[in-house]
Every structure is written in C-alpha cells, then in structure tokens.
C-alpha cells in the first residue's frame, strides 16, 4: 500500500534498493546528477528520479551491445552502514578534460542550419572545441593517429547508429555519415582545414542520420578526454580529476569523483569510453595491467 507519509528522498531510496536487488548493478545506468543532487547529503549511488539531463541510457537497456564487465558473474552490491553500498570494479583512467555540450542540443547544429550557414560562418560552440583537441597533435591520445577520427566520430554517437545498433557492424557507412556532417559544418566554421578523407567519403553520407545518432547520444552529456588519451562520453557534470572505472556487473563504464576524505566516492553518472566497452577492462586486469579495486559509494 502507498505510503504518502513518506518523504520523496525515502521513495527514491527504497525504490533504488528494490531495483538493485532485482536487476543489479546495471540499475545505476539510470541515475543522472546535477551539481545540486550531488553535494546533498543524500546517497549519490540513490537514483534522483527528478533530474533529467539525457535523451537515453546507454547500459540500462539490455540489448545495447555494450558488455564493458563481460561475461564476469558480479557479486551482489552490498549495503553497509545504512548508506553505502559496496561494490567491486576496475579503475580505467582519470578525466583529463571535460567539454560540456548544452541539455537542448542547440550547439550540435542540424544539417539543415548548416547548409543555410553555408559561406558565413557561426559562434564556436563545444563541438568545434573538441574537434581542434582532436586535430591538436600536442593532446595525449592513445588512439593510431590514423584511426582517430573513426574514434571521434563513434564516440559522438556512443558507438551507436539507428536503430540503435553497433555503428562498428557497419562502419563504413557510419563513416560516410559523419563525414557528411562534418563537411557541412567545417564549410560553416574556421575551425581548420577539411581533411582529405572526410571530402572523398562525404558524397556517400547522410548528414541527418549521423546528426541524430550524435544528438541521442551527447544532448546532456560532455565530451571526455583522459589522462591517457581516451575518448568518452560521460555525465554533464564531470570534470577534470574524476575517476574512469567500470564496476563489474554493469554493461558500461562510469564516472566516480572521490569524496573529500579520500575514503568513499560520489558516482557521477554512466560513461561511454571507447576502447571499454566490449570488456578490454576485465581482459586487461586479468593480465595484470588494470587493477580491481573495492569502491565504497556515498
């Protein structure tokens, strides 16, 4: 029976627990914060079901493709001293930096605008910031120069095409779309030259698919780049010195910030860091080149 005498910070809390215990770990896909929601002095890792940043959730759905803990059987998060909970994961990597993209899509242009923007150009907005980190040769990044643009370009849409499918099954058409986009946009900007590649595929692109899959994907989110030169999405507060990991049980990485007395960690939110997610992690901490760590959550 409903209890209306109950505070909403209880509901969400007993309503958080409940879904943990029936679906795991994957659960916290679905927590988003704010700066507010997460300096209360309130669990980070209790879903605040009144904020809402993103248009999806890449791991709370389980038909993605994405397995960032692989075939690894999780233990089940434990609860300890009222409100903390305790898992176990794999430390990635820390944030380098974090371009916040807006909560409207409104600086992730539509092709439509562009080819009216075309000849005249518009305000740098955080997409065209993080295209001159990629074309910056000085920015630590662990991709084959090579290949990073086809990283850039996956990470915008989190690895996904429409319909929600594995943009890497088809990448090349993929490609294709991006490279569309992004002619029209560097046609409407001076945020450097077209690279060759970009103009040879763009003739075989749809601009609008490639817009919508990024759009889905960042609206709310920031463009994460890490001390190692990973590419990623992660949640819209993240910032320099947060912590990368994947808690094992969960479909994807996520973003922790460690607290102030170093001994528990705030989650921040759901990340997409390419190069995790088809279970490198788990693979690489059996080799002993990642370490699993206890993360007591706050």
Same mark, same amino acid.
């Given at each position: 029976?409903?209890?209306y005498s109950?505070? %909403?910070?209880? #509901?969400?809390?007993? /309503?958080?627990?409940?879904?943990?215990?029936?679906?795991?770990?994957? #659960?916290?896909?679905?927590?988003?914060?704010?700066?507010?929601?997460?300096? *209360?002095?309130?669990?980070?890792?209790?879903?605040?079901?009144d %904020?809402?940043l993103?248009?999806?959730?890449?791991?709370?759905w389980?038909?993605?493709?994405?397995?960032?803990?692989?075939?690894?059987?999780?233990?089940?998060?434990?609860?300890?001293?009222?409100?903390? /909970?305790?898992?176990?994961?794999v %430390?990635?990597?820390?944030? +380098?930096?974090?371009?916040?993209?807006?909560?409207?899509?409104?600086?992730?242009?539509?092709?439509?605008?562009?080819?009216?923007?075309?000849?005249?150009?518009?305000?740098?907005?955080?997409?065209?910031c #993080?295209?001159?980190?990629?074309?910056?040769?000085?920015?630590? =990044?662990?991709?084959?120069?090579?290949? +990073?643009? *086809?990283?850039?370009?996956?990470?915008?849409?989190?690895?996904?095409?429409?319909?929600?499918?594995?943009?890497?099954?088809?990448?090349?058409?993929?490609?294709?779309?991006?490279?569309?986009?992004? #002619?029209?946009?560097?046609?409407?900007?001076?945020?450097?030259?077209?690279?060759?590649e /970009?103009?040879?595929?763009?003739e075989?692109?749809?601009a609008?698919?490639?817009?919508?899959?990024?759009?889905?994907? =960042?609206?709310?989110?920031?463009?994460?780049?890490?001390?190692?030169?990973?590419?990623g999405?992660?949640?819209?507060?993240? *910032?320099?010195?947060?912590? =990368?990991?994947?808690?094992?049980?969960?479909?994807?990485?996520?973003?922790l +910030? *460690?607290?102030?007395?170093?001994? =528990?960690?705030?989650? %921040?939110?759901?990340?997409?860091?390419?190069?995790?997610?088809?279970?490198?992690?788990?693979?690489?901490?059996?080799?002993?080149?990642?370490?699993?760590?206890?993360?007591?959550?706050?």
């Open positions: 029976m409903p209890d109950k505070d %909403v910070s209880e #509901v969400f809390r007993e /309503l958080t627990i409940l879904m943990i215990q029936k679906f795991g770990i994957r #659960v916290l896909s679905a927590l988003e914060h704010d700066e507010s929601t997460l300096v *209360k002095d309130f669990p980070s890792w209790i879903l605040p079901w %904020v809402e993103v248009q999806c959730s890449f791991g709370y389980s038909e993605f493709y994405y397995r960032a803990s692989a075939d690894v059987i999780p233990e089940r998060p434990a609860i300890i001293e009222g409100n903390k /909970l305790r898992v176990r994961g %430390v990635l990597d820390t944030v +380098r930096k974090s371009n916040q993209f807006s909560s409207s899509s409104e600086d992730l242009e539509k092709p439509s605008k562009l080819r009216d923007l075309r000849g005249a150009s518009h305000e740098q907005a955080t997409l065209d #993080v295209w001159k980190d990629v074309q910056d040769r000085e920015m630590t =990044c662990v991709y084959p120069w090579g290949e +990073r643009l *086809k990283v850039f370009s996956l990470t915008l849409c989190a690895g996904l095409t429409t319909p929600y499918l594995c943009a890497e099954k088809n990448l090349e058409q993929h490609w294709a779309n991006f490279a569309a986009y992004w #002619v029209l946009r560097l046609q409407s900007t001076s945020t450097g030259e077209l690279p060759a /970009l103009q040879r595929e763009s075989k692109g749809d609008d698919t490639f817009w919508f899959d990024m759009s889905l994907a =960042c609206e709310g989110r920031s463009f994460l780049v890490t001390q190692k030169g990973y590419y999405l992660g949640p819209w507060i993240s *910032k320099p010195g947060d912590i =990368c990991c994947v808690l094992l049980g969960a479909t994807v990485p996520f973003i +910030r *460690k607290t102030d007395d170093g001994l =528990c960690y705030k989650i %921040v939110g759901e990340a997409y860091i390419h190069g995790f997610m088809h279970g490198e992690a788990v693979e690489q901490e059996q080799g002993n080149k990642l370490n699993e760590k206890i993360f007591i959550l706050c």
